[in-house]
C-alpha cells in the first residue's frame, strides 16, 4: 500500500488534532504542576509523553511518497520508489528480538483464551490490605479496617503480574495464583483490564508500525479502563468528581462486571487490529 504525500499529511494532522485533544487536560495540568490520582497513570506508569502520541505513524509496510525525511527515522527503510519511506517491520524484528517475541506471545496467548470475569477489581484493594502507607494519599472510602475485611471477604483472583507485583506482603499469599513475571504470558486473559490497558504499551513499544490511527484507539481504551479501575478502587476521590463503584455490594459487583466485559470486547478487536497492523497477513495465517 502507498500513500501519496498530500494523503498522508492530511491523516498526520488529523492524528495530530486527535492526539492533542486526548492529551489536553493533562498537558493543562502540568503547566500548574497539579496531580491527577487518575489520569496522571496513562502518563507516567506508560511513560509515553503526549508530544510522543501526536507523531504519526502509517504502520509496517505502508510506503509514505515524498517522505525523504522519515528515511532516516528509526524503523524506516526506503520504500520501492525514489523519495518514499515505510516501517520496515523486518528492521525492528531484528533489532528488537526478544521484545518483539514478548509482544507477539502476549498478544496471540491473551487473544486465545477466554476472559475471566470475578476479580471485581480486586487488585487495587489488595495494594492496600493492612498497609500503613497507601499509593495515593487519599482517604479510603470504607477506612482501613473496611478495606481489610472486604479483601479477607472475598478470593484474590488477579491474573496480571503487573497489579500483583504491587500487593502488599500480606496480600500476596491470598491470590488464588501465584505470579511472576517470567509466568506472565501463561496467564494474561482478555477479561483483565490491566491487559486491557498494556494494548496501549505494546503499540508504543512498536512505535511506526502502528497506524496511528490504532495507537490512539489504544490510547482511548487503556484511559476508559483506567476511569473503572480508579471508580472500583477503595479511595475516596470525590474530590475528583469520582463516582465510586462499590465492589463490595452486589450492584456494585454487577456493573463493575458489565463495564469489563465490554472492554474485553473492545480489547479483542485491538488486539487482533495490532497482529494485523504489525504482521499483516502472517498474523492470520497464525490465528
Not at 116 to 137: K, P
Not at 208 to 226: H, K, N, S, W, Y
Not at 260 to 279: D, I, K, P, S
Request: aromatic share 10%.
Amino acid at each position: 500500500m502507498s500513500l501519496d504525500r498530500p494523503d498522508w499529511l492530511l491523516r498526520e494532522e488529523a492524528h495530530r488534532e486527535r492526539a492533542d485533544a486526548l492529551t489536553a487536560a493533562h498537558r493543562d495540568r502540568a503547566t500548574r504542576a497539579e496531580k491527577h490520582p487518575v489520569w496522571d497513570f496513562l502518563f507516567t506508569y506508560y511513560s509515553y509523553k503526549p508530544a510522543q502520541l501526536r507523531r504519526w505513524h502509517p504502520g509496517a509496510g505502508v510506503e509514505l511518497a515524498d517522505a525523504g525525511e522519515r528515511v532516516e527515522w528509526r524503523w524506516y527503510a526506503p520504500g520501492g520508489s525514489a523519495g518514499s519511506a515505510v516501517p520496515d517491520a523486518d528492521a525492528f524484528g531484528r533489532e528488537k528480538q526478544e521484545l518483539a517475541a514478548l509482544i507477539e506471545r502476549m498478544l496471540r496467548r491473551t487473544a486465545s483464551r477466554p476472559g475471566q470475569f470475578g476479580c471485581f477489581g480486586l487488585h487495587e484493594w489488595a495494594m492496600v490490605y493492612r498497609a500503613d502507607e497507601h499509593r495515593h494519599a487519599v482517604p479510603l472510602r470504607l477506612g482501613q479496617a473496611g478495606t481489610d475485611a472486604v479483601v479477607e471477604n472475598h478470593d484474590l483472583r488477579c491474573t496480571h503480574f503487573d497489579a500483583f507485583r504491587f500487593f502488599t506482603p500480606e496480600a500476596v499469599p491470598r491470590n488464588r495464583t501465584p505470579l511472576h513475571r517470567d509466568d506472565q504470558p501463561l496467564f494474561e486473559q482478555p477479561g483483565c483490564l490491566h491487559a486491557g490497558m498494556d494494548l496501549y504499551k505494546w503499540a508504543t513499544k512498536l512505535g511506526p508500525l502502528i497506524p496511528g490511527e490504532l495507537l490512539l484507539d489504544t490510547f482511548e481504551l487503556a484511559r476508559d479502563i483506567r476511569l473503572l479501575d480508579m471508580e472500583a478502587a477503595p479511595y475516596d476521590l470525590s474530590a475528583w468528581d469520582i463516582t465510586p463503584v462499590p465492589i463490595e455490594t452486589p450492584e456494585g459487583k454487577a456493573e463493575y462486571v458489565r463495564r469489563q466485559r465490554v472492554f474485553a470486547e473492545r480489547g479483542t478487536a485491538l488486539r487482533g487490529a495490532l497482529l494485523n497492523a504489525w504482521l499483516g497477513e502472517s498474523a492470520r495465517e497464525a490465528a
